[in-house]
């Protein structure tokens, strides 16, 4: 079955600090993709990285990063130099292109508070 | 601004109710999905329409109905509303059909008293 776990539920980092959220998937699928969304204080969800599972090149987009490794089943999101506007909740969410669901299914989110 | 909108922003309403949820999607946007967002369930799929055609269908209570009209507008008709309905409801929009990447709308807040 079609799953994403966040186990991290909630992480408190000070200012500049890195941080690592957690993404560990369940599919049948051997295609499928998988997503970050950013889900800030005013509470609209926004779109930061699609990955598709035939493209495990990790990925740098400015303080961001993401490791994604099919051998273990895991997308992870990395903020180098966290800053307080990083607060947020964040979701990692996967759909299946053939089997299973082609809508998104997400993991149950990571709040991360970044301090002054 | 993702270009979803969506109306109201906040409804309270009291139980046993019927309320209906709008959502504009993005110009040119042919998909649009309904997801609901609650402290216990987390973020849960009810159902996508693609060009005016239901396309998939997630966790829908059989109390809710959606529809997608010609103008590519949706809305989402929630009845016999209970206390465990409260919630914010999302809607988002692709482009495509599937595996696409969704713009979101700001949600409705709904309070079942």
């Known amino acids: 079955a079609q799953k994403v776990t966040q186990a991290q539920t909630e992480i408190s980092v000070v200012e500049k600090e890195d941080v690592t959220l957690d993404c560990v998937y369940e599919?049948?699928?051997?295609?499928?993709?998988l997503f970050w969304y950013k889900q800030p204080p005013s509470g609209e969800l926004v779109f930061l990285i699609r990955?598709?599972?035939?493209?495990?090149q990790n990925e740098i987009s400015g303080r961001y990063s993401w490791n994604f490794q099919k051998s273990t089943s895991s997308f992870n999101f990395t903020i180098t130099a966290s800053q307080v506007v990083d607060s947020a909740v964040y979701f990692c969410?996967?759909?299946?292109?053939?089997?299973?669901?082609?809508?998104?299914?997400f993991g149950s989110g990571t709040r991360l508070q970044v301090q002054p | 601004d993702s270009g979803v909108t969506q109306t109201p922003k906040h409804l309270i309403t009291a139980t046993g109710q019927r309320v209906t949820l709008r959502c504009s999607p993005r110009?040119?946007?042919?998909?649009v999905y309904w997801y609901q967002q609650s402290l216990d369930q987390g973020l849960q799929f009810l159902i996508q329409?693609?060009?005016?055609?239901?396309?998939a269908k997630g966790n829908i209570l059989e109390r809710f109905s959606a529809q997608q009209f010609p103008d590519l507008h949706s809305e989402l008709n929630l009845s016999s509303l209970e206390l465990g309905d409260s919630a914010l409801y999302f809607c988002?929009?692709?482009?495509?059909?599937?595996?696409?990447?969704?713009?979101f709308g700001s949600g409705t807040q709904l309070s079942v008293l």
């Open positions: 599919t049948r699928d051997t295609t499928y993709y």
């Open positions: 110009s040119g946007d042919l998909s």
């Open positions: 969410a996967l759909s299946e292109a053939y089997t299973g669901r082609r809508a998104l299914t």
């Open positions: 988002a929009s692709s482009v495509g059909i599937e595996n696409e990447k969704l713009f």
């Open positions: 990955r598709n599972s035939f493209d495990e």
């Open positions: 329409y693609y060009n005016g055609e239901e396309r």
